[in-house]
């Protein structure tokens, strides 16, 4: 019994606390509600996975499939190494970093 008011005790004392890692609260600027919105992290093609299956594609560490949304962009095709988007209605093509390389494996004067 006397463990359970010693729990409640703490967790009551716990809940007045602050996280440590915040700055003080003087130095915390107030909301302004006239503030333009955060910029949006740029996307940024992870991986795609093609063949059997559905094609998924990894965006900024989020797995998702044609139709899906990442953030504010819908995803409207998956390709090897490329994925189609709508970003507020415009369309946008994420390659995967170093798909160019990739495409052209041929050495010239034939590389044997």
């Known amino acids: ?7 409640a005790a703490l967790a009551a004392r716990a809940e007045g606390m602050r996280d440590p890692t915040q700055p003080p ?3 915390i600027p ?3 509600a006239g503030a333009a919105p955060a910029a949006e992290i740029p996307l940024q093609l992870n991986m795609t996975k093609v063949g059997a299956g559905r094609p998924l594609a990894i965006i900024n560490g989020i797995t998702a499939a044609v139709g899906d949304r990442v ?4 995803v409207t095709a998956i390709r090897s190494g490329e994925v189609d988007l709508v ?9 995967m970093p170093g798909a160019d390389l990739k495409k052209s494996t041929r050495i010239p004067g034939g590389g044997r």
């Open 71 to 74: 953030n504010s962009a819908l």
């Open 25 to 27: 609260l003087g130095l």
């Open 30 to 32: 107030a909301a302004d």
């Open 87 to 95: 970003v507020r209605g415009r369309r946008q093509t994420l390659t």
């Open 1 to 7: 019994m006397w463990l359970l008011m010693m729990m």
